[in-house]
């Protein structure tokens, strides 16, 4: 699937014609077979849904994924909705941009060296995502699984007895417990925590290989991109178990070395006499992509100077492939996110059109945004809530919509979050909820997997909309056809009242601290502790790890970490990134005090924390 340059000129000539002549009267062919654009009404209907969600779940806008042309249709789409009900746009021209990440690719400079021989890059070796750009010639050391763990009842030390400093470090893939699946070792056994550990050790580098409980057919790993991309600051090498045996010189195979660790549960390890020469190189590829942000300015005295945000991500996983979040990574084909989350743009349209037809009445002021990047780490809301347009100590409230098209037709509920973020929030729910043929679920938490949890870790009381996860789910079948158009439109016709009672009521919400974090899906295997905040997921510098929430109760909170502080060590060992983060808590027990270095407004702070 492809943009041609006519739908793009075809675009810009509808957009101009609604400028111009305040109706659309073109008609998208390869978009909707026909079906025409009609200039709306101030109500909120069924067909000016499918109008909103048809378009932004096109096959032409594959996928709108950050930085793409489909991206950016999908951004001006919207910016200029905003505009034709009557917004004020915000930022540059109604765009807020900021950078993301999209991929990591070989660079040239990729080569290894061994007995005089050069390996064949993606055939023999190939980079690891989170490899440093660097050189290093150096003997090899074997270390087994390239574990170090001394927590409860597992202890395990594949580097006791070997020295390898500066060296290159040789470790197998996996775990000795392949076929356990509820095994204590899964939670050390990552990639990425075994460079941590080696890094630690001051080994110059780190190979991975896989034995033959991994792959069969000696294949190197597959290419995945973290969304949250950082190096782990040593080079980082897979190699065959072709090569690998090579370098190991007559030593045991690899295949032999596994089933020895994994038959008697004890570590392997040796100095290997090979000298192996290797350059590494990856380019991060960034892209610019945009939140897009307008206002409807309220008509009180003070309180216009107070805000309601109504937001959703209009951004997705573009042609899917692994590392993008596909639930069918194998599958490469257009993800139109019709769900997740077109339907939840088109509330926010269609509210905005609405609400400006009321604006008379609106005391407080209301910002649309439809964040971008928000499938990548909630990057477009974080962005916002470091970067706002606005003072954050000037939003009374946060309403978020994600995926709210496909309500069941039979249990027919209404998943509603952050429903203990604000003293009086319950009772405006209760009194609005009464009479409405819906049911509904309450989740008091203000942190989840959406763009709320960035207001919420800015203590802005929070609600967020949403009607459950499904089959089609960040799959290639979340299509517009699939919607309930019908039970959206009611859901937004349930909302609107309780906007109008934020946005003119005299009292301003109360922010209450409603429960823990509940970013699990971020938190790792294993975790016995946690110190209580919510990950700065915007922060690329690879200089530390940015808090963007604290967790009352928890223990940062008690220590007195604030949002904005930078993590750059636990127990004196360095906290580059998320990735080092998560390492360092594995190794850490309930009830133990541990130093935590911060950065705050530039200058260096050290924490004891209670865990």
């Known amino acids: 699937m492809y943009i041609c340059t006519n739908f793009l000129s075809n675009y810009v000539i509808i957009t101009t014609m609604i400028k111009y002549t305040k109706v659309i009267i073109a008609v998208f062919g390869v978009l909707f077979s026909g079906m025409l654009f009609a200039q709306s009404t101030n109500d909120i209907t069924v067909k000016e849904l499918k109008e909103h969600v048809y378009f932004l779940a096109s096959d032409s806008l594959v996928g709108r994924k950050p930085g793409t042309p489909g991206g950016k249709i999908a951004a001006e789409y919207i910016?200029?909705?905003?505009?034709?009900?009557?917004?004020t746009p915000m930022g540059e021209d109604g765009f807020q941009y900021f950078t993301v990440t999209t991929s990591v690719e070989p660079?040239?400079?990729?080569?290894?060296?061994?007995?005089?021989?050069?390996?064949?890059?993606?055939?023999?070796?190939?980079?690891?995502?989170?490899?440093s750009n660097a050189e290093l010639e150096a003997n090899v050391v074997f270390a087994g699984y390239g574990m170090e763990i001394d927590h409860d009842s597992l202890v395990w030390n594949d580097y006791e007895g070997l020295d390898v400093d500066g060296r290159w470090v040789m470790v197998l893939i996996g775990d000795p417990e392949p076929d356990n699946d509820t095994s204590l070792f899964i939670s050390y056994s990552g990639t990425r925590d075994k460079a941590l550990t080696t890094r630690d050790k001051k080994a110059g580098g780190i190979i991975f290989v896989s034995g033959i409980n991994i792959s069969k057919d000696d294949e190197l790993l597959a290419n995945t991109f973290n969304r949250v991309t950082a190096s782990a600051g040593i080079p980082a090498i897979n190699i065959t178990r072709a090569l690998a045996d090579s370098i190991l010189g007559g030593k045991k195979s690899i295949a032999q070395i596994e089933k020895d660790i994994i038959d008697s549960k004890k570590s392997i390890g040796f100095s290997v006499p090979?000298?192996?020469?290797?350059?590494?190189?990856?380019?991060?590829?960034?892209?610019?992509?945009?939140?897009?942000?307008?206002?409807i300015e309220g008509n009180d005295t003070e309180l216009k100077n107070e805000y309601i945000v109504i937001g959703a991500h209009y951004d997705h996983l573009g042609m899917g492939g692994q590392g993008s979040g596909s639930r069918m990574p194998d599958t490469i084909a257009v993800h139109n996110g019709a769900d997740d989350n077109a339907s939840g743009v088109a509330a926010i349209i269609e509210l905005a059109e609405k609400l400006n037809s009321e604006k008379s009445n609106l005391r407080r002021s209301i910002i649309f945004i439809a964040f971008g990047a928000e499938e990548m780490g909630l990057l477009g809301s974080q962005f916002f809530t470091s970067d706002s347009v606005i003072a954050m100590g000037d939003i009374v409230a946060m309403l978020n919509f994600d995926m709210i098209g496909r309500m069941d037709s039979t249990k027919r509920t209404l998943m509603i979050g952050g429903t203990g973020t604000a003293e009086q929030m319950e009772a405006i729910l209760t009194e609005?909820?009464?009479?409405?043929?819906?049911?509904?679920?309450?989740?008091?938490?203000?942190?989840?997997?959406?763009?709320?949890?960035?207001?919420?870790?800015?203590?802005?009381?929070?609600l967020f909309f949403f009607t459950g996860a499904h089959q089609d789910y960040h799959t290639p079948l979340d299509d517009a056809d699939m919607i309930n158009y019908e039970s959206e439109k009611e859901i937004i016709d349930f909302t609107y009242p309780i906007i109008m009672n934020l946005a003119t009521r005299d009292d301003k919400l109360v922010y209450k601290e409603a429960g823990p974090s509940k970013q699990t899906a971020r938190s790792g295997r294993g975790l016995k502790v946690k110190l209580g905040i919510m990950p700065d997921f915007t922060s690329t510098a690879n200089d530390g790890l940015g808090v963007g929430g604290v967790t009352a109760g928890g223990p940062a909170y008690i220590a007195g970490m604030l949002k904005g502080d930078k993590i750059v060590a636990i127990e004196g060992m360095p906290i580059t990134n998320i990735y080092d983060y998560m390492a360092r808590l594995k190794k850490?027990?309930?009830?133990?005090?541990?130093?935590?270095?911060?950065?705050?407004?530039?200058?260096p702070h050290i924490m004891m924390v209670l865990l």
Do not use: W
């Open 79 to 87: 910016r200029d909705q905003f505009i034709e009900n009557g917004l």
């Open 107 to 131: 660079g040239k400079n990729n080569k290894i060296e061994f007995n005089g021989v050069e390996a064949i890059a993606d055939v023999d070796f190939k980079p690891m995502p989170f490899t």
């Open 274 to 295: 090979a000298t192996l020469y290797v350059s590494t190189e990856l380019e991060r590829v960034e892209v610019e992509t945009q939140n897009i942000v307008a206002v």
């Open 432 to 462: 609005y909820e009464e009479g409405v043929n819906i049911n509904f679920s309450h989740s008091p938490e203000g942190y989840g997997a959406s763009d709320h949890s960035s207001f919420y870790g800015s203590r802005v009381p929070v």
């Open 588 to 603: 850490l027990k309930p009830g133990q005090r541990v130093s935590v270095d911060i950065i705050r407004n530039g200058e």
